[in-house]
């Protein structure tokens, strides 16, 4: 209980004060009615960083106005029925697709359209419904930012942490199906083939975390540090596609029954290979040295060259390369806290 706390309270206290400032707001601007649309702009945009809350909010007056209008503009030539509603549902959702605020569609559309069906003075509830959502963003962009926002050096170093281990799961994994048998070599292609593409999709999200501190006056001080977490992330994501090129060898080596031989020769190094570069891999994501490790691994990979030159051994060295490659790579300048203990 107390973790929840911890992690959810600033977020249900920005959003309960935001939503306080929008109703208010709308009443001293003149609100007839009780300015519930104002109120809820926080509620669906204050959910993750400043920047986040900016697009929500735009996106929610773009849909807010485009769906006011289809529905206006329906009702101004249509009869509210079955057909005119599917109409307006289908068209709103198209809308709303072009609206998106990122990869989610935009529903808002949609529902303004079908409120203002619902409405007996669709014209003045369009209006109110306009201009207190507006004002519902415009508090929310200002005070989003300021108002316990999230600190981007631990949400990152979570990340990076995360990432990190999937990799190390991943290639670990990867080495253990190596010559078992097909069945599990394909699962573990398609395991490490979606657990890789999540965590490029993470870390594409972390490595906008600098551009996000323009929004955030509280954090913009630990840019260093977000800057060096985001390097991270990204060497992260870059490693994850050699990840996915050697689980695809293997699946595929596994499965030659004329490989056989070849594969059982190169299993034992490849997993001292593969137990070297993971620990480089954590040393890189804790923001230490992972050159020892990395010195360790190119030895490894040199040794398995000289002893097997064979097709087989080839291809499954080319992928270790590009990975001590990327972890070999220009090294942090900054301290995200925890460099002291990882060294």
């Known amino acids: 209980m107390r973790t929840i706390v911890a992690a959810e309270g600033p ?44 697009v929500t909010s735009l996106s929610r007056v773009l849909g807010v106005v485009a769906g006011v209008l ?30 998106r605020p990122g990869r989610e569609l935009n529903v808002q559309v949609a529902v303004s359209a079908l409120l203002v069906f619902a409405n007996p003075s669709p014209a003045a509830y369009g209006f109110d419904r306009v201009w207190e959502t507006a004002v519902g963003a415009v508090v929310t962009v200002v005070l989003g930012p300021l108002l316990w926002p999230p600190d981007p050096r631990r949400v990152l170093s979570a990340t990076v942490r995360d990432c990190g281990a999937r990799l190390v799961r991943a290639l670990t994994g990867t080495i253990a199906v190596l010559g ?50 985001s390097r991270r992330a990204a060497v992260a994501a870059e490693i994850a596609s050699h990840l996915q090129v050697l ?13 056989v031989e070849d594969v059982a020769r190169a299993q034992p190094p490849c997993t001292a290979i593969a137990t070297s570069t993971a620990q480089a891999i954590e040393r890189r994501m804790e923001g230490a040295d992972p050159g020892p490790a990395i010195t360790t691994a190119r030895g490894e ?42 060294a």
């Open 11 to 54: 977020v249900v206290a920005r959003i309960t004060v935001t939503a306080g400032v929008a109703w208010q707001a709308s009443v001293w601007l003149g609100a007839d009615q009780p300015p519930v649309f104002a109120a809820l702009v926080p509620l669906f945009a204050m959910r993750s960083s400043p920047e986040a809350a900016v």
């Open 70 to 99: 289809l529905g206006i503009g329906v009702l101004n030539v249509l009869r509210p029925q079955t057909l005119t509603l599917a109409l307006v549902v289908g068209a709103g959702l198209v809308i709303g697709a072009v609206l």
């Open 180 to 229: 078992t048998d097909t069945t599990a070599a394909q699962d573990n292609l398609a395991r490490v083939r979606k657990d890789m593409r999540d965590l490029q999709h993470t870390a594409q999200e972390a490595g906008q975390a600098e551009r996000l501190l323009v929004f955030d006056p509280w954090h913009r001080r630990h840019r260093d540090a977000v800057r060096s977490l």
């Open 247 to 259: 689980a695809r060898e293997v699946a595929f080596f596994t499965a030659r029954p004329d490989a």
């Open 301 to 342: 990979l040199a040794a398995f060259r000289r002893t097997m030159p064979r097709p087989v051994a080839v291809a499954l060295r080319r992928p270790f390369q590009r990975i001590l490659d990327d972890l070999d790579g220009p090294q942090d300048d900054g301290d995200d806290g925890n460099s002291g203990q990882a």
